[in-house]
């Protein structure tokens, strides 16, 4: 999915691209590599979102759960 399509404006755009830098900060993984997998969970959950203003810390949870489980990348 294109991230400009991806993102109802471009305020949501920075707040998540904004999640995306401090994970790959924290995990010391490519901006590019969690941005894929970042983009990924988001798409499957804003679908049925009723209150998107927490998406950003619902995704990102999810995002750290998965690399810790390793179910994107081996570490």
């Known amino acids: 999915m294109a991230t400009a399509c991806l993102y ?19 995990f ?19 679908e049925g979102a009723k209150i998107r203003d927490y998406l950003v810390i619902l995704v990102s949870r999810n995002v750290r759960d998965s690399i810790r489980k390793g179910k994107y990348w081996s570490r």
Request: aromatic share 6%; charged share 35%.
């Open 28 to 46: 010391g993984i490519p901006e590019d590599e969690i941005r894929s997998v970042y983009e990924d969970i988001y798409s499957g959950i804003r």
């Open 8 to 26: 109802g404006n471009d305020a949501e755009r920075k707040q998540h691209s904004k999640a995306i830098q401090m994970l790959a900060e924290e």
